[in-house]
């Protein structure tokens, strides 16, 4: 049973940093893609950040500021965020796609392509 399980989140200042972590159970880890996901105040749909599998790949929003980065002796993928804007506050979501070399553009940005999703973790930013 695939699972994806997301932690890191909280408050933080604007210009501040906050690590994402992703654990992942139930597959094999190296053979697929993980990629990071948010959903911001007001949308439905969650927006692209960040994929790694094969290359890594960014989104406007996540260029120069963000990192994506896994373990696979952990079995865990990380957001490395820096920077941030009370634009980042919201929602972020791992997710997952079965294919190890899924992160060129533009597949891996619609979140229907990806196979699964965890529950995510909230990320607020205030002064």
């Keep these: 049973q695939v699972?994806?399980?997301e932690s890191g989140g909280g408050s933080v200042q604007p210009g501040g940093s906050l690590k994402l972590s992703c654990a992942a159970s139930g597959f094999m880890?190296?053979?697929w893609s993980m990629?990071?996901?948010r959903r911001v105040p007001g949308?439905?749909?969650r927006e692209a950040l960040a994929c790694n599998g094969g290359i890594n790949d960014y989104t406007d929003?996540?260029?120069h500021r963000f990192i994506i980065s896994r373990d696979?002796?952990?079995k865990?993928?990380?957001l490395q965020m820096n920077n941030l804007e009370p634009e980042d506050a919201g929602m972020y979501f791992c997710a997952a796609k079965r294919d190890w070399n899924y992160c060129n553009p533009p597949l891996w940005r619609a979140e229907k392509n990806m196979d699964y999703f965890?529950?995510?973790t909230l990320v607020t930013i205030s002064s």
């Design 61 to 63: 929003s996540a260029l």
């Design 72 to 74: 696979s002796d952990k």
């Design 118 to 120: 965890g529950r995510g």
């Design 43 to 45: 949308k439905n749909e």
């Design 35 to 37: 990629s990071w996901f």
């Design 76 to 78: 865990t993928v990380y």
């Design 3 to 5: 699972r994806l399980v």
């Design 29 to 31: 880890f190296d053979a």
